[in-house]
């Protein structure tokens, strides 16, 4: 019975014979993804397609097996078994491990190290502090002093987790990787070491003051920099001044959100500053001059027109807050409320009375319009 030729492996991969190691191992995912038995359930052809790539590429990936390929052909592998230089041998499940690594280690912790092995060190969490701020320190900036209760490296071990004098050996089980595998029929499922925890060290004497974490939780003082212009939520980053690391790993950082307390006269939009001042019926009538605070803590002075009507609002060009990390002012905007007078003398009453009977619709001209057209209104529906 005759049997057909073996097709050439780089046409097989579909790459040159002078292909980069990074070209062959791209074509092979590609291939091993639209070909894998998963995505191809029942399909005979695919089955054999994938075997035949997967061959292929166990002969290349070796730089000594390539180059007894490229120059002597399929008859560089005689003798194996008709499996050819990988087949689905015992180096079939480290093969597929090592590509599953590449497609998937990303989201399950990233990619695997040169060496595949752990330190042991973990990176610390990173920590949150609330601080509560006024309008005024907003505006001006302040450095505060804070105490914030931590971990941080235990000092008598140096953040080694083991006794003075002792130090982590490399875990037995895992060889100092972390993880185990085994084999299930076609995949290799990888585990965290049960004895080591995925640390790939065990500490046979621990430190006696940090129970062998390498850590003790102390309350530090830290200088906080709040920079003139921050707005409510603002979120300022100390880089390594979080979480110590688990056996002397990297800190974690520390984030401070400020919330800016309520002011009783200013209200902040932005850079800008709104304040509602109540001017009397006179001030709006016959208009004026008032005095107003500002947000920097001086006074200024804000001339009222005649007829100025309840709500209107006045700008003071760079009265507001600085721009957060920019040489730019918001404004001030004074909005006038007229105040009804109240606890009125006989004499202001009498004055009063004059006063609207002397009154006309040009005085009031907006109540004036308002009823007379309620009243075209109300004739509207009668006619």
């Known amino acids: 019975m005759t049997t057909m030729a073996k097709r050439d492996y780089y046409e097989v991969l579909g790459i040159e014979r002078g292909a980069t190691e990074q070209d062959l191992k791209s074509a092979f995912r590609k291939l091993a993804k639209k070909y894998h038995p998963d995505a191809n359930p029942g399909d005979s052809s695919a089955e054999k397609s994938f075997k035949e790539v997967n061959e292929a590429y166990e002969a290349l990936k070796d730089p000594q097996k390539r180059a007894a390929y490229d120059q002597f052909g399929h008859a560089a592998f005689d003798g194996m078994g008709g499996r050819g230089p990988g087949g689905f041998g015992p180096d079939f499940a480290s093969s597929m491990s090592d590509i599953f690594d590449d497609l998937f280690g990303e989201f399950m912790g990233g990619r695997r190290g040169g060496t595949g092995r752990r330190t042991g060190r973990e990176r610390?969490?990173?920590?949150?502090y609330n601080m509560s701020i006024t309008l005024d320190e907003a505006f001006q900036g302040k450095t505060a002093q804070i105490r914030v209760p931590t971990s941080v490296t235990c000092e008598t071990c140096d953040g080694s987790g083991a006794k003075v004098?002792?130090?982590p050996t490399t875990c037995p089980t895992c060889s100092g990787a972390g993880k185990i595998r085994a084999s299930q029929g076609?995949?290799?499922?990888?585990?965290p070491c049960p004895t080591c925890h995925g640390r790939g060290e065990i500490i046979q004497d621990p430190c006696p003051d940090c129970a062998g974490a390498g850590r003790v939780t102390k309350e530090r003082t830290l200088s906080v920099n709040i920079p003139p212009g921050v707005e409510d939520g603002t979120r300022?980053?100390?880089?390594?001044?979080?979480e110590a690391g688990l056996r002397g790993g990297p800190a974690g950082d520390l984030y401070i959100f400020l919330s800016i307390e309520p002011h009783s006269i200013f209200q902040r939009d932005g850079a800008d500053i709104f304040c509602r001042v109540p001017i009397s019926m006179t001030t709006a009538a016959l208009g004026g001059q008032i005095e107003v605070p500002t947000v920097e803590g001086s006074i200024s002075r804000v001339k009222i027109p005649e007829a100025t009507q309840s709500g209107k609002q006045f700008r003071l060009k760079g009265k507001g807050m600085p721009v957060l990390r920019s040489k730019l002012t918001g404004d001030m905007y004074i909005q006038v409320e007229v105040e009804t007078p109240t606890n009125l003398s006989?004499?202001?009453r009498e004055l009063l009375a004059e006063f609207q009977k002397l009154s006309n619709g040009e005085t009031s001209p907006e109540s004036q319009g308002f009823f007379n057209r309620m009243k075209g209104l109300f004739e509207g529906k009668t006619g």
């Open 124 to 128: 610390g969490a990173d920590l949150r």
């Open 165 to 167: 004098g002792t130090s």
């Open 186 to 191: 076609f995949f290799t499922i990888e585990r």
């Open 236 to 242: 300022i980053r100390l880089a390594g001044e979080g």
């Open 346 to 348: 006989k004499r202001q």
